[in-house]
């Protein structure tokens, strides 16, 4: 008999290697919600990405919101995975390319936000209605803040986080300001992967996850704070959780 597999431990919590959670225990069903927080250099990007490699398919495609002139992750990225780049949503038909697993939308910025901040409101705007109506879709936002409070898009995000899973659009919502993200965002989702925060502000926002035990948000991603690139994981319908390593 295989003795069972012995796995660090951080604040109680059993600490799960990155390539073995992705491959052996990440399981999405189209619709659900995925928030990923961390400070800046934190790797809640290259998480995220990591886990749409898993996830996204031809038949349940990542929109991908690309709100800096210049991203070298998301190009990185893109090429990996073979997203098509498109300025603007709906993209136009390739009838000579094999649909993508998903699509960079990223629109052409001039560097004068008078222009810039009311062009990238239309085009995610065009980009998350259309995504909301048609389903099977996953909605991946690398700075969901910015979205929300630059681009005055809260009404419509939040639109799919209360109604989107029915429709089959998921919301992946990554920040660096846990702290001024709508509650939606983690009261809706399914998954949930929250790194260190010495912020005050951003603890007690951790802390009032429901359906845990209070202090155990807290005192697991407390643990973390000399643990690079890991993520507390937690699984809402189940209340499972685990710690996710680099």
């Not at 009404?155 to 660096?176: F, I, P």
């Not at 998954?191 to 005192?219: C, N, S, W």
Request: aromatic share 10%; proline share 7%.
């Amino acid at each position: 008999m295989t003795s069972p597999v012995a796995y660090q431990q951080i604040a109680g919590a059993s600490v799960i290697p990155r390539e073995e959670f992705i491959a052996e225990r990440w399981s999405y069903e189209a619709g659900q919600h995925v928030t990923i927080l961390g400070r800046n250099g934190s790797g809640k990007t290259q998480l995220g990405y990591e886990l749409l490699a898993r996830t996204a398919t031809p038949e349940v495609p990542a929109v991908v919101l690309v709100m800096k002139p210049r991203d070298s992750t998301a190009t990185r990225w893109g090429r990996e995975l073979g997203y098509a780049r498109t300025a603007h949503y709906p993209p136009p038909p390739n009838p000579l390319r094999r649909r993508p697993a998903g699509w960079n939308v990223w629109p052409r910025h001039t560097f004068d936000p008078d222009v810039d901040d009311p062009m990238l409101r239309s085009v995610f705007r065009s980009a998350i209605i259309d995504s909301y109506k048609r389903g099977n879709r996953i909605l991946f936002a690398d700075e969901v803040v910015g979205l929300q409070q630059e681009l005055n898009l809260k009404r419509e995000l939040e639109t799919v986080w209360m109604r989107g899973r029915s429709m089959g659009c998921g919301l992946w919502a990554l920040s660096q300001r846990a702290a001024n993200m709508s509650y939606h965002g983690y009261s809706a989702p399914e998954h949930m992967f929250l790194a260190y925060d010495p912020d005050h502000e951003t603890r007690k926002r951790y802390d009032e996850i429901g359906g845990l035990e209070r202090g155990t948000v807290q005192g697991v991603t407390m643990g973390l704070a000399r643990h690079r690139y890991h993520f507390m994981y937690i699984q809402r319908s189940t209340w499972t959780f685990c710690v996710v390593g680099p």
